[in-house]
Antibody, heavy 116, light 107 residues
């Protein structure tokens, strides 16, 4: 079955970076884009952007340009999101997902906490 | 960006009651609208896609309707397992945007 398995929770200091992984299984990895979504209690759900898992091409929400960097490793069917120059506002749960009509699968989410 | 105004923010319903949640888009989204349910500590689960198409495995008491800028999710006969957060997502124009969510509780 289709699964998106994300890496574990992160505790990071302000100004640092974290890199979250999303390992796909159960389907042809390069057939579907992977999206990334941020969820906070205050701001709700925000769409960060997506990566074309075949070409590596990306499209970012303007709000997250310079904050998030999306990459893929086709050899391991894994997508990555690096968050840089972290501030407390980056504390959130981050999901990877396939959002394509009824081909809709989400990872379990990664909680990122930014604190000194 | 397309703004998705979702209402109500919270809702309390009795078992068996029919409830509706609305999403209003700031421009025409051509039925590129999905509805999700999220339980605490879990990932969102797709209920409806393309405004009115029921995702496989989702109970038929869930239905979606709407077009243009106005969309709604209806639950016909509230069940205990329907408690949770619901939100809409527009996929018509990048960046995709979400409604602010509705917390549905049993009365």
């Amino acid at each position: 079955q289709v699964q998106l398995q994300q890496s574990g929770a992160e505790l990071a200091k302000p100004g640092s970076s974290v890199k979250i992984s999303c390992k796909a299984s159960g389907y042809t990895f390069t057939s579907y884009y992977i999206s990334w979504i941020k969820q906070t209690t205050g701001q709700g759900l925000e769409y960060i952007g997506y990566i074309n898992t075949g070409s590596g091409g990306t499209n970012y929400n303007e709000k997250f340009k310079g904050k998030a960097t999306l990459t893929v490793d086709k050899s391991s069917s894994t997508a990555f999101m690096q968050l840089s120059s972290l501030t407390p506002d980056d504390s959130a749960v981050y999901y990877c997902a396939h959002i394509a009509a009824n081909f809709d699968y989400w990872g379990q989410g990664v909680m990122v906490t930014v604190s000194s | 960006d397309i703004q998705m105004t979702q209402s109500p923010a919270s809702l309390s319903a009795s078992l068996g009651e029919t409830v509706s949640i609305e999403c209003l888009a700031s421009e025409d989204i051509y039925s590129y609208l999905a509805w999700y349910q999220q339980k605490p500590g879990k990932s969102p689960q797709l209920l409806i896609y393309a405004a009115n198409r029921l995702q496989d495995g989702v109970p038929s008491r869930f239905s979606g309707s709407g077009s243009g800028t106005q969309y709604s999710l209806k639950i016909s006969g509230m069940q205990p397992e329907d408690e949770g957060d619901y939100f809409c997502l527009q996929g018509s124009k990048f960046p995709f945007t979400f409604g602010s969510g509705t917390k549905l509780e049993i009365k």
